[in-house]
């Protein structure tokens, strides 16, 4: 059954850090990366769409399943996995929204 929760979790916080590079993304990059003579910034969202908070949400989720996998697992390398995938979730929504 520890296993069965340790692969659940992993996949669970896999699926929320390709969720988190999913709704933070710009949804017209593309079309200034493909026309250099359009400057960046130059299309009026109105809707605010870059996802900030729905990747705060999923940051949020992920800290809160890795904090219960640090306090119910007995061995350390999955308590330190814990802390290293957590750190590296706070890492990616840093990069992808700042």
């Known amino acids: 059954m520890r296993i069965f929760l340790r692969l659940s ?4 916080y896999v699926l929320l850090l390709l969720f988190i590079f999913l709704v933070t993304e710009d949804k017209y990059s593309l079309i200034y ?7 960046d910034g130059s299309f009026i969202d109105n809707s605010d769409g870059s996802g900030k908070e729905l990747g705060a ?4 989720v992920i800290f809160l399943l890795q904090a219960i996998v640090f306090c119910f697992s ?3 390398k ?20 700042g």
């Open 9 to 12: 979790s992993l996949v669970i």
């Open 78 to 97: 999955w308590r330190g996995a814990a802390v290293l995938l957590a750190a590296l979730a706070a890492i990616l929504y840093m990069v992808r929204v």
């Open 74 to 76: 007995p061995d350390k």
């Open 33 to 39: 990366n493909l026309d250099p003579s359009i400057p």
């Open 57 to 60: 949400v999923s940051l949020g």
